[in-house]
């Protein structure tokens, strides 16, 4: 089967569309055949903004844990050595926030009805993706248009 | 002590005496049952020939020598499967890599056929053979990002030329970008070659008047990493700030990354130099609503095509939700 992931705030949805893609979500959990994930009120400056918003909160709430401890002068001082003194978050941590931690990045980016921008989608995560973009429309794009972007996308990879 | 008998003796099937019921001498032996055939094994048996027939005997170990002879061995179905197997795997996956190869190679000439129809057009353009590229207006495209791949941006001639046809174009403001900041490096060698100065950070759309090109230099360390420096300066104002903390808003992390260096307008264009369509990590904070158009490789630059991209940027309709 089909493991479905739905990917955005979700909180800005309806409360029936809201629990519906939570049972979709948990109905899917166990399967393993491929992913899908399906962005709903999703943009991609929200995701990097939520991501960064919840590893400050994450990482607030750890030193206040480690502080409450009576760690504060001991492991503290030790994890923020003289390198990472001004940075308690790292790259990592605000990529475990991001909504997309459930998929790896994409190789191939399809934007159909032939426009050559994003808009505000998977921006972060496309850094090293492939842009096809097809003049097709959505409902047209077929099998010939998927092997066209595969072949484009082994051009620029070493096989054989 | 027992004796172990002689050999010859053992093997002498044992004297039965008469039975007891009857007083006639047992009957001789059962002839050996013929043996039983293995389905899974290919087994060849010459029947009528009964183990102790000492003339079939030599009969079949003199057909066997002879067979071995010929070259024939017995063999098991299951080895000739495997091998038949095996064989058949390799051929396919021969033929598999034979039509990748040659679906590759029809690609390829499908874009060679491209690059020599683009090459014609672009010398029409440049030319002004075609009327629609003649009226180019570039107040539209305010600010102009262009990526390039790091090996390509060692070329620093040739990064000088496409901004000298740039500035000709009628373009004022454009911000250089690779991966590795091999530009940055260059950065005092390109504003003096092309008589650009550098952007100042907090120049606003009005401010940026005069042919003077206006450059900005970009890498890597802007995108993701500046966005890790406005985290940890957010992180800092919310640990210090027990009684109010900060309302995460995308304007506060817009702010930060502004704190940081870290920002800058968003590109109306986006110019891709090298093998593949691909923006190479620019800070994804300032492409949200950015065309991409890919012109190939730099050593390959047009000026027909760069005024083709931005003639048809100029054409462009975005729509906005409300």
Sequence with gaps: GIRVHFVGDLNLLDESVRLAAERATAATSQNSRAVLSICMAYTSTNEIMNAVKQACEEKYYECKRLGSCGTKNGLIDYAANVERKDNFISLSDIERQMYMRVAPPPGILVRTSGESRLSNFLLWQSGSSLLYSPSVLWPEIGLCHLVWSILNFQRNHSYF | ?322
């Design chain 2, 1 to 322: 002590t027992l004796r172990t008998p002689p050999a010859a003796q053992r093997d002498r099937p044992p004297r039965r005496r008469p039975t007891a019921t009857t007083g006639l001498p047992p009957s001789p032996p059962l002839a050996a049952p013929s043996p039983k055939l293995d389905p899974n094994k290919f087994q060849i048996y010459f029947p009528g020939f009964a183990t102790d027939d000492r003339c079939g005997w030599w009969i079949r170990h003199g057909l066997g020598i002879s067979w071995l002879m010929g070259g024939a061995r017995l063999m098991d179905v299951r080895d000739v499967n495997e091998k038949f197997s095996l064989w058949t795997a390799k051929i396919t996956q021969f033929a598999s890599i034979l039509l990748w190869k040659f679906m590759h190679f029809l690609v390829t000439v499908w874009y060679l056929m491209w690059n020599l129809v683009h090459m014609l057009e672009s010398f029409l353009v440049f030319h002004g053979w075609l009327k629609e590229y003649k009226s180019l207006d570039v107040s539209k495209l305010r600010y102009l990002a262009i990526v390039i791949e790091s090996e390509e941006a060692r070329q620093i001639s040739d990064v000088v030329e496409l901004l000298q046809w740039l500035a000709a174009i009628g373009v004022k403001h454009v911000c250089l970008y690779d991966m590795e900041g091999v530009l940055k490096e260059s950065k005092e060698e390109i504003l003096a070659k092309c008589n650009a100065r550098p952007w100042k950070g907090a120049e606003t759309a009005k401010a940026i008047v005069g042919p003077t090109l206006i450059l900005e230099f970009a890498s890597v360390s802007d995108g993701k990493q500046g966005v890790e420096k406005a985290a940890n300066l957010l992180f800092a104002q919310y640990q210090g700030g027990d009684q109010d903390k900060p309302k995460f808003t995308e304007a506060l992390l817009d702010e930060a990354l502004r704190l940081v260096g870290c920002s800058g307008p968003e590109p109306d264009l986006l110019l891709i130099y090298g093998p593949m369509r691909c923006h190479l990590g620019f800070p994804a904070w300032r492409i949200r609503y950015t065309e991409m158009v890919h012109m190939g490789c730099l050593k390959s630059k047009k000026h027909g095509s760069l005024i083709k991209a931005i003639y048809r940027f100029t054409t462009v309709r975005q729509n906005y939700g409300t």
